[in-house]
């Protein structure tokens, strides 16, 4: 950090040595370069292929409406199911000390990096009519997932909820635990200490996790499709509609996608603004 002086030169200093730190280095500057091209040229195709004149008549076909409808109200489902087992868990393996810990949290952020269609083999071999679990479900209740908009909910629910308890557990670590022993101190049980004390100290880091499950939750396509099928109207989202049009009807596909983009950028805007910049818990 730049010591600063008194006075005329003292100041030149400071704004000079700022210059420095502030100026990349040409050899960061030019992969900087080429990352940001890589990552915005596919956008740019999307937006130059786009048929902006037939645009609304392509985003009101009844499918597209259906499968819009569809996913936001299963991603909003799927965040909700996310919220009510997800911070718990995330409070257990934040504040909770026992032995395999870290192999818990492993398991539980395995969704992260498996590929979606393994998690939906999963889901099949678990929750499937003849799953280990499923089987009796159906059996004894009468209750069949798959291939159902409920079977849509538990793949993006799969999916997105690691989204969710990855952050909320990072905000559980750094919330101050003065305030929390103080109001122990008071009297306070322990589930209304974390009721009226931790969840507002997390409230911020909440939001965002909330925010990115229901983004991840409202793009989900290898497990959806691999545990819920496409049947259009029953378990059709926006990214099983996307991969469908694609092969009749590129530019409808090129539309849906646009409507995913915006949804994605909305939601990155708002999380940007508000915590996703630096020193924001997460």
Known sequence: ??????????????????????????????????????????????????????????????????????SLVTATIA???????????????????????????????????LPPVVGGVALLFALGRRGFIGQYLDQWFGITLPFTSAGVVLAETFVAMP?????????????????????????????????????????PSLIAGSMLCWARALGEFGATITFAGNLPGVTQTMPLAVYQALERDPDAAVALSLVLVVVSIAVLGLLRERWLHPGATL
Do not use: H, K, N, Y
């Not at 950090?1 to 100041?11: F, I, L, V």
């Not at 990349?24 to 030019?30: D, G, R, S, Y």
């Not at 009510?84 to 870290?102: D, Y």
């Open 79 to 113: 965040t909700v199911i996310s919220l009510v087992l997800g911070v718990p868990l995330a409070w257990v393996l934040a504040r909770a000390r026992f032995r395999g810990r870290s192999l818990l949290r492993a398991l539980v952020t395995l969704p992260l990096v």
């Open 163 to 203: 989204f969710l308890v990855v952050t909320v557990e990072g905000a559980f670590r750094s919330a101050d635990l003065g305030l929390e022993e103080a109001a122990a101190t008071l009297g306070s049980r322990p589930f209304a200490t974390f009721c009226r004390v931790t969840l507002p100290l997390i409230a």
């Open 1 to 70: 950090m730049p010591r600063r002086t008194s006075g005329p030169d003292g100041d030149r200093r400071t704004r000079s040595v700022a210059d420095v730190t502030s100026r990349a280095p040409w050899p960061l500057a030019v992969p900087a370069v080429v990352a940001v091209a890589f990552l915005l040229l596919p956008l740019v195709g999307l937006l130059l292929r786009a048929s902006w004149r037939d645009l609304p008549r392509l985003l009101l076909e009844s499918e597209a409406v259906g499968a819009l409808r569809l």
